[in-house]
C-alpha cells in the first residue's frame, strides 16, 4: 500500500475535525508522528502470525516446572 507522508497543515485539518485544535507550531510535530506510527504499523502489519495462538491461549502461571533443562 503506498503511503504519502501526511503534511503538517493536513494534521492541522485532520486534528480540527475530530475537535483537536492545534496551535500553530505543533503542525509538524504531529504530522511527523504520525508518520512514525504509520511506519510502525505497517511493519507490523507484514508480520506472519499465522501460527500464533491468541493472548486468550495464553495462561499465565499453568506452566509446570521441572528439574529437566
Do not use: C, N, Q
Request: charged share 25%; hydrophobic share 45%.
Amino acid at each position: 500500500m503506498p503511503s504519502v507522508e501526511l503534511t503538517p497543515p493536513e494534521a492541522a485539518r485532520w486534528a480540527a475535525r475530530a475537535g483537536l485544535p492545534l496551535p500553530d507550531d505543533r503542525h509538524a510535530a504531529v504530522a511527523a508522528t504520525a508518520h512514525h506510527i504509520h511506519s510502525v504499523v505497517a511493519v507490523l502489519r507484514e508480520l506472519d502470525f499465522g501460527d500464533t495462538p491468541p493472548a486468550g491461549a495464553y495462561r499465565a502461571g499453568k506452566e509446570k516446572h521441572d528439574a529437566a533443562v
